[in-house]
């Protein structure tokens, strides 16, 4: 059974940092394809980031971009996602998604259950 579980969200000051990690079970992040998406209150969910499976191709939502890392660590089955510089406007669900076929999108074969990232003062 494959699942994906996303850790390191929390309550951070505006301006603050947090690194999320995504790990799966049952299933290889090395030959998939995985994206952060994000839910915020009362919005639809949004893309944040996608990196391809050999960890060369990626892709960063403007909201984020120069804030937001993400990188991937084959070795470990994890995939990171930075986020710097954090603003109030970043609190959301995060999610992970993989697929072996597809780039991100809405569609991708599996998700994790999320992980809340709260900026706040």
């Known amino acids: 059974q494959v699942q994906l579980v996303e850790s390191g969200g929390g309550l951070v000051q505006p301006g603050g940092s947090l690194r999320l990690s995504c790990a799966a079970s049952g299933f290889n992040l090395a030959y998939a394809t995985i994206g952060w998406f994000r839910q915020a209150p009362g919005k639809e969910r949004e893309g944040v980031s996608c990196?391809?499976?050999?960890?060369?191709?990626?892709d960063y939502a403007e909201s984020v971009k120069g804030r937001v890392t993400i990188s991937r660590d084959n070795a470990k089955n994890i995939v990171y996602l930075q986020m710097n510089n954090l603003e109030p406007e970043d609190t959301a669900v995060y999610y992970c998604?993989?697929?072996?076929?597809?780039?991100?999108?809405?569609?991708?074969?599996?998700w994790g259950k999320g992980t809340l990232v709260t900026v706040s003062s």
């Open positions: 990196i391809g499976r050999r960890g060369d191709t990626m």
């Open positions: 998604a993989a697929d072996p076929i597809r780039w991100c999108s809405g569609s991708m074969a599996y």
